[in-house]
T-cell receptor
Framework: KAGVTQTPRYLIKTRGQQVTLSCSPISGHRSVSWYQQTPGQGLQFLFEYFSETQRNKGNFPGRFSGRQFSNSRSEMNVSTLELGDSALYLC????????????????FGAGSRLTVL | SQKIEQNSEALNIQEGKTATLTCNYTNYSPAYLQWYRQDPGRGPVFLLLIRENEKEKRKERLKVTFDTTLKQSLFHITASQPADSATYLCALNNNDMRFGAGTRLTVKP
């Protein structure tokens, strides 16, 4: 079966612009989580969506937002881009949400590498 | 504050030896802990999961231990090979999944 697909894979933006990243989860997976990965900070949790509802949110400013559609596909948006937003943005899908009592194993996409100039 | 710390940023070992990576956490009470592998330019890939009531889990050359008293997990790769070279991440559930910064393992032939 197809894995987690993220688009675009690479993009370059300038400060002040906004960007939208897309994630298509594995078929049947209802949970989508987003992470930001930088060399200095590692994998930082952004937010998790489950059945179109944001379940949890990490410690990021309001410029970072997301949504999930009825087919479980998800998008995240970053507005007013700053140089520090340059990072690899990873999306992961899972069968269950993070609050589930069952184990939540994540399947990651290859990521979208954002460069802000 | 909550922290997940992986003992070293980088670990170099000789082929055939056992690699041991450490994950320590504070102010978490995870029901389970996971280990992932990440290769350059790719997303992390799930390797193993161990629950709080399990002391040890094995999968082929991989072994994970979980000590909830010490708040520590050890990840072992026995008979290491150059193909095992990658960054290894531990992750805890906290309503959502939180990751350590990772340890970059290099296995030299």
């Amino acid at each position: 079966k197809a894995g987690v697909t993220q688009t675009p894979r690479y993009l370059i933006k300038t400060r002040g612009q906004q960007v939208t990243l897309s994630c298509s989860p594995i078929s049947g997976h209802r949970s989508v989580s987003w992470y930001q990965q930088t060399p200095g900070q590692g994998l930082q949790f952004l937010f998790e969506y489950f059945s179109e509802t944001q379940r949890n949110k990490g410690n990021f400013p309001g410029r970072f937002s997301g949504r999930q559609f009825s087919n479980s596909r998800s998008e995240m948006n970053v507005s007013t881009l700053e140089l520090g937003d340059s990072a690899l943005y990873l999306c992961a899908s899972s069968l269950r949400g993070g609050e589930s009592t069952g184990a939540n194993v994540l399947t990651f996409g290859a990521g979208s590498r954002l460069t802000v100039l | 504050s909550q922290k997940i710390e992986q003992n070293s940023e980088a670990l170099n070992i000789q082929e055939g030896k056992t690699a041991t990576l450490t994950c320590n956490y504070t102010n978490y009470s995870p029901a389970y802990l996971q280990w992932y592998r990440q290769d350059p330019g790719r997303g992390p890939v799930f390797l193993l999961l161990i629950r709080e009531n399990e002391k040890e889990k094995r999968k082929e050359r991989l072994k994970v231990t979980f000590d909830t008293t010490l708040k520590q997990s050890l990840f072992h790769i026995t008979a290491s090979q150059p193909a095992d070279s990658a960054t290894y991440l531990c992750a805890l559930n906290n309503n959502d999944m939180r990751f350590g910064a990772g340890t970059r393992l290099t296995v030299k032939p």
